[in-house]
Structure formats: structure tokens, C-alpha cells
């Protein structure tokens, strides 16, 4: 079996197949009899030969390959592979005076996102409530930077799904498979033959936003993720069903 999973006979037949269709393509080799109906035997050859190349293209989509594997987990990963930076806020957003300078805290983010057109900020006063608003009595009124999404940022913003719950964050672009590691035996398991694919990912259709020197410093996972950290092997379970290998909805 080869690379693409294909044993040395299918290997063979393919071979034939386009031995035929070069033979067809110089008209060498055909004959050019009439058969009822207007059929020659050059429309025979045709028929029988694209016949072949779909009944093995058939074959082949179930077979344990890096293709198949490459393909199954890309279609996966148009659906669930946004990268994204958490942000875990909802907009407009009021950060107090005090709170926008904080290195740790989520003042330079806005600022960075505000740099990259992503969000619009404004000086105003307005009321911020905190978790112990309760104990302290009433908030009085203080200076914040207001902040808004622009159009381009509402492109950008998702609710993310995540271990405790729903989250917020900006996309940045989409994973694609970068290279097939290795894939363990198909085994059945239940109703399917199952296996597990290690993988690597790029990072494709990156969005200008995210190449800003000051957005990668706000968000340092964004260029963690640009240099390397997705080349860290990734590992995906897939199953066999009747239109080929699937990653299973999570």
C-alpha cells in the first residue's frame, strides 16, 4: 500500500487508465467504427475510462491516506478552526481612568484594537458597577474610556464557546492542515472503523488586524500562534462512514 493507501493494484489500473486516455487524446489505437445510435468506439473508451477513474476515486475516499486524512480534517476545521484571542468582554464597554494603564489588565488590549480599527473609544463619565456594588452602596459617576466595535471589528468579534462557558473574542483567521504526522491502524469500533490522526496546522487568511506590532503584544497567544505554536502536534479522531473518513461533530 502506498502513501495514499492505494495497494499495487489500483495502482496499476490507474496506470492503464491513463495509458487509454493518452492513447484516446493522440487518437492512437481506436478505432473509428459506428455502432447504432451514432457511438463510435472512441465514445466507448470514454465512457469506460471516466467510469474507472470515478469508480476508484470512490474507492480511494475511504481509504486510510494523508489525503483523505488532510481533507476530512480541513472540512472539519472550516467549521471549528477559528483562531481567535479571547477578550471575554461585551460591547460598548465603560474601563475606568484608573484601570486603563493596568499592564496586566484589559486596558492595553482596547487600546491596541482601537490602533487597529477595531474598536472606537471615546472620554466620557458614566456609572461602572463592580461585583460588590452591593456592599459599598451607590457607584457615583466616573471618568471611563468609552468603547465601541467599529464595522470591521464586528467581523471580527465571536462568542466563543469555551471550558466555562461562553466566552468573547476577536478571529483572526482559520486553521488548515499543515502536515499528516502519522495515523494509527483503523480499528472497528462500534458501527465504524475508527483512528486517530496527528497533525500539524498553519494559520491561513490572516487578518491584517492580527500583523500589527502593537496587536501582538496585547495579545501575545496571536503571535505564539503565528511562530510556532501550531506546529505543536494536534490530534484529531476520525471514523469511517459511507461517504469517506469524518471528524465527528463535537
Excluded at 127 to 138: I, P, Y
Aim: charged share 20%; hydrophobic share 40%.
Amino acid at each position: 500500500m502506498d502513501r495514499d493507501g492505494r495497494t499495487a493494484a489500483q495502482t496499476a489500473k490507474i496506470a492503464i487508465a491513463i495509458n487509454w486516455m493518452t492513447a484516446f487524446v493522440n487518437g492512437q489505437h481506436i478505432n473509428s467504427i459506428n455502432y447504432p445510435g451514432g457511438y463510435s468506439m472512441r465514445n466507448l473508451y470514454v465512457a469506460s475510462i471516466v467510469g474507472l477513474f470515478i469508480l476508484v476515486a470512490c474507492n480511494n475516499a475511504k481509504k486510510p491516506s494523508d489525503a483523505n486524512f488532510t481533507h476530512s480534517i480541513n472540512q472539519y476545521l472550516a467549521k471549528q478552526g477559528e483562531a481567535c484571542a479571547v477578550l471575554n468582554r461585551q460591547f460598548p464597554l465603560d474601563v475606568p481612568k484608573g484601570q486603563q494603564k493596568d499592564q496586566y489588565g484589559i486596558g492595553p488590549k482596547l487600546v491596541a484594537l482601537e490602533l487597529a480599527g477595531l474598536l472606537r473609544g471615546s472620554d466620557t463619565t458614566a456609572v461602572v458597577h463592580g461585583m460588590f456594588d452591593a456592599l459599598q452602596g451607590t457607584t457615583p459617576a466616573q471618568p471611563v474610556r468609552h468603547y465601541e466595535l467599529t464595522a470591521e471589528g464586528v467581523k471580527y468579534f465571536r462568542e466563543l464557546s469555551g471550558g466555562l462557558g461562553q466566552a468573547t473574542g476577536l478571529c483572526y483567521g482559520r486553521k488548515q492542515v499543515d502536515s499528516i504526522v502519522k495515523w494509527t491502524e483503523p480499528m472497528a469500533t462500534g458501527a465504524y472503523s475508527q483512528t486517530e490522526v496527528t497533525y500539524t496546522y498553519k494559520i491561513v487568511d490572516l487578518a491584517a488586524w492580527a500583523e500589527r506590532p502593537e496587536a501582538q503584544r496585547a495579545f501575545p497567544e496571536i503571535q505564539a500562534e503565528i511562530a510556532g505554536q501550531s506546529k505543536a502536534a494536534q490530534i484529531a479522531g476520525l471514523r469511517l462512514t459511507n461517504k469517506g473518513w469524518e471528524v465527528p461533530a463535537q
